[in-house]
C-alpha cells in the first residue's frame, strides 16, 4: 500500500495517483528528488471500508449528481465524514510507517494525489490540498485525512461533473515527502508551454516557497534558456515585493520581501544552466 522508489512501475502506476507517480518515475530515471512515500489509493479504500463510511460518502454524492445538494455542502459533509470517522490501526500504522521513512527527524510536505489525475484529456492539478512544513506524525495524519477529503472539493465536483467524469469510486492517493525549505521556487518546462517551442526550456521562478507561483499568488520571474546550449535568450523580470516563507508559527504564509530584493532576478546563470543540465 505504499509506493517507494523500489516498487514496480505497475504498482505505482496503479496505486500512487497524477503527482505520486511522476515523483516515482523522475526517482527512477536518477533525477534528485527529496525523499517520498506514497500512501497509495488502497490506502483510502482501506480507511473508507474499516471506518464503514463508504456508503455515506456515496450517499452524499448522490445528493449533489441528483440536484438536491450543492457541491458546497456536499463538499463540506464528506470533508466532516472523512475527519471524525474513527482511525483503523492498520491505516494509522502505515501513516506513521510513511512519515518516519520520510521526515527522519526533519519537516515534510503532506500532497495530495489524485488518482486520475493529469490523464490525456483532464487533469487535477491545483484542484487538491497540500500542507506544508508538517512536524509530527500526528499532524501528517490530520493533514492526510483533509488530503482525502479535498479529492470531493466543490472544485473537483464540478470539475468532474462538467468533463463526465465518474462520480462514485473517487480515491486520492496521498504523497509524504521531505521538505526542503528553498531560496527559491519555480517550474522547469522542456518545451514552451504557450507556443509548444522545443528549441527553447522555458522556467517559471519566485523567490520562497513555491506555492505563491503554483496557486497564482505572486507573478513570477520567467527565463527562456536555449536546448542546445544551456544560455539564457530571453527573460521576463518582474518586481517581487513579497514571497512565501516559513512564518514563527511554523506555517507557510506570505511575508514582505526587502526593497533590494524586489526587481532582483530568482535565479542566476549559473541556476539556470543546472536546470538545463536537469532537462536534458
Known amino acids: 500500500m505504499l509506493v517507494r522508489k523500489n516498487s ?158 465518474a462520480l462514485s469510486g473517487i480515491s486520492v492517493a496521498v504523497v509524504f515527502q521531505w521538505m526542503v525549505d528553498p531560496e527559491q521556487s519555480g517550474v522547469l518546462f522542456t518545451c514552451d508551454p504557450m507556443t509548444n517551442d522545443l528549441a527553447n526550456f522555458v522556467v517559471s521562478a519566485v523567490h520562497g516557497v513555491g506555492e505563491g507561483l503554483v496557486s497564482g499568488a505572486l507573478d513570477a520571474d520567467t527565463f527562456w534558456i536555449a536546448r542546445d546550449t544551456g544560455a539564457m535568450t530571453n527573460s521576463e523580470i518582474v518586481e517581487k515585493k513579497e514571497a512565501f516563507r516559513r512564518i514563527s508559527s511554523g506555517h507557510c504564509d506570505k511575508v514582505a520581501l526587502p526593497e533590494s530584493e524586489w526587481n532582483k532576478p530568482s535565479l542566476n546563470a549559473a541556476q539556470l544552466k543546472t536546470l538545463h543540465d536537469v532537462g536534458v
Open 8 to 165: 514496480t512501475k505497475n504498482f505505482a502506476k496503479r496505486e500512487a495517483g497524477g503527482k505520486g507517480y511522476n515523483l516515482y518515475l523522475m526517482s527512477s530515471i536518477g533525477v534528485q528528488v527529496p525523499d517520498w512515500t506514497v500512501l497509495g489509493r488502497s490506502v483510502y479504500e482501506t480507511f473508507i471500508r474499516d471506518a464503514n463510511i463508504e456508503v455515506t460518502i456515496e450517499a452524499e454524492l448522490k445528493k449533489f449528481v441528483d440536484g438536491s445538494l450543492t457541491a458546497d455542502i456536499v463538499s463540506k459533509n464528506i470533508e466532516e465524514i472523512i475527519v471524525k470517522a474513527p482511525m483503523p490501526k492498520s491505516v494509522k500504522a502505515l501513516a506513521d510507517e510513511a512519515y518516519a521513512l520520510v521526515s527522519k527527524g526533519g519537516l515534510i510536505s503532506v500532497r495530495s494525489s489524485a488518482t486520475d489525475e493529469d490523464g490525456a484529456g483532464h487533469s487535477f492539478a491545483g484542484q487538491l490540498s497540500s500542507y506544508l512544513y508538517v512536524g509530527s506524525a500526528d499532524d501528517a495524519l490530520k493533514y492526510l485525512r483533509l488530503c482525502w477529503a479535498s479529492g470531493f472539493s466543490d472544485r473537483c465536483l464540478f470539475y468532474r461533473k462538467e468533463n463526465n467524469l
